[in-house]
């Protein structure tokens, strides 16, 4: 599950910590990054190996991140230049104009069924980095045994200017320090299963398997 929030604080609970990697700020959204890896106190006792390996994986998954906007502007400009190009060598050379605006207008639509096919392939791919994400969060969840709550979140929130309504997107994973009383629960548990195996042990008893 990726955390997908409409409303959303920037709290955490004390001793946790939050890596903002998309923030809502700008109007623009911006290409998720990585600007910090220090690992939050709230991990000391986990092995630097361990988040230095998360560290990397985290980074170079961002870097497969596509803006759609970014692909989809440079294919219909490209489509547009054309169509102008093709409609002045009609003026100069004086073509059938009808055939030189059926030309043209051909070029802008395959600029823009293509500017469409990019930029929903780009979006994909960022709803496939989310999962990603959403995976290397998880599985230092796993390493952390349950001590912290490491999670990655994709929020919504929406901003106002004036009597204008913006969405932003906002990306973050947070690390919060589980509830003590849930600890004790898990270590609880943990101890219970051990002694009924021990029991089971001990109440096993040895020798060969009878022959039917």
């Not at 903002?20 to 991990?43: E, F, G, H, V, Y």
């Not at 000391?44 to 803006?67: C, H, N, P, R, V």
């Not at 989809?72 to 489509?79: E, F, G, K, N, S």
């Not at 929130?157 to 004036?162: I, N, R, S, Y």
Request: charge should be negative; include cysteine; charged fraction near 15%.
């Amino acid at each position: 599950m990726i955390y997908v929030e409409d409303d959303f604080s920037l709290t955490v609970p004390p001793g946790g910590a939050l890596i903002t990697l998309q923030s809502p700020d700008s109007a623009t959204p911006s290409r998720p990054q990585l600007n910090s890896s220090t690992k939050p106190d709230c991990l000391a006792t986990l092995d630097d190996a361990i988040w230095s390996e998360f560290i990397d994986q985290l980074s170079s998954t961002l870097k497969g991140w596509m803006a759609p906007f970014k692909v989809a502007t440079p294919i219909l400009i490209v489509a547009v230049v054309a169509a102008v190009i093709l409609l002045l060598c009609g003026i100069f050379a004086k073509l059938d104009m009808v055939l030189v605006a059926i030309g043209c207008a051909a070029l802008v639509g395959v600029g823009v069924a293509a500017s469409f096919a990019g930029s929903s392939c780009s979006q994909s791919r960022n709803i496939s980095i989310d999962k990603q994400l959403h995976d290397l969060c998880e599985g230092l969840n796993s390493a952390v045994g349950g001590a912290v709550a490491v999670q990655y979140h994709k929020a919504s929130p929406v901003v106002k200017h004036g009597n204008k309504r913006q969405v932003r997107l906002y990306r973050y994973i947070s690390f919060a320090p589980a509830d003590p009383e849930t600890q004790i629960t898990q270590i609880t548990q943990m101890t219970t299963v051990e002694a009924l195996d021990v029991d089971a042990q001990q109440a096993t008893i040895p020798g060969t398997n009878a022959e039917s």
